[in-house]
């Protein structure tokens, strides 16, 4: 794991993730830009997955030990170096959202490999994986993540409300 990231870190020109932007307080800006972060984070992601020996790097991450294992471990790689590119904090339930994003496309990179065959069982038990994961290094209890974890699955829903709702509303004027 630790050479993923000095491989991360020393490929190619360093790019930067845009700091999260405050929201105006208007319930649809909160939305909408919300949805633009995550959007950002995602493609920062994209851009990091596809940088030069990268992609082969997780391949190898993904054929080690079992599927849901190496494909939770390659999204939480990928994961870190974006939080650390980052220029502002990013929040919780955004990084969750763009990492189950990014996560599928890590799978499909590994199913292209022919690492694994790619479904929702394996990106669910993956999910559980990288939160439990990420449960040990925050010392938070499993009551607590767990609670975070419903109240961003309700947030990830509003998130992907906001644009069908900006549509209807383009097409009502």
């Given at each position: 794991?630790?050479?993923?990231?000095?491989?991360?870190?020393?490929?190619?020109?360093?790019?930067?993730?845009?700091?999260?932007?405050?929201?105006?307080?208007?319930?649809?800006?909160?939305?909408?830009?919300?949805?633009?972060?995550?959007?950002?984070?995602?493609?920062?992601?994209?851009?990091?997955?596809?940088?030069?020996?990268?992609?082969?790097e997780l391949v190898q991450m993904m054929r080690s030990?079992?599927?849901?294992?190496?494909?939770?471990?390659?999204?939480?790689?990928?994961?870190?170096?974006?939080?650390?590119?980052?220029?502002?904090?990013?929040?919780?339930e955004m990084l969750y959202v763009a990492g189950k994003?990014?996560?599928?496309?890590?799978?499909?990179?590994?199913?292209?490999?022919?690492?694994?065959?790619?479904?929702?069982?394996?990106?669910?038990?993956?999910?559980?994986?990288?939160?439990?994961?990420?449960?040990?290094?925050?010392?938070?209890?499993?009551?607590?993540?767990?609670?975070?974890?419903?109240?961003?699955?309700?947030?990830?829903?509003?998130?992907?409300?906001?644009?069908?709702?900006?549509?209807?509303?383009?097409?009502?004027?």
């Amino acid at each position: 794991m630790q050479q993923m990231m000095g491989l991360l870190g020393a490929a190619g020109p360093q790019q930067e993730v845009p700091a999260v932007e405050q929201d105006s307080g208007a319930p649809q800006d909160a939305g909408a830009s919300q949805g633009e972060a995550v959007q950002k984070l995602v493609l920062a992601g994209m851009k990091t997955i596809y940088e030069d020996g990268i992609t082969e790097e997780l391949v190898q991450m993904m054929r080690s030990g079992k599927p849901a294992q190496g494909l939770a471990n390659a999204t939480l790689t990928v994961m870190r170096e974006l939080t650390g590119r980052a220029q502002g904090e990013v929040p919780p339930e955004m990084l969750y959202v763009a990492g189950k994003e990014i996560m599928r496309m890590i799978a499909e990179i590994g199913e292209a490999a022919r690492v694994f065959k790619s479904s929702p069982q394996l990106l669910q038990q993956s999910e559980m994986i990288a939160v439990g994961e990420l449960r040990k290094q925050a010392g938070a209890t499993p009551e607590q993540i767990d609670e975070q974890m419903q109240k961003m699955g309700g947030q990830q829903n509003q998130m992907a409300a906001q644009p069908q709702q900006q549509g209807l509303l383009a097409g009502a004027m």
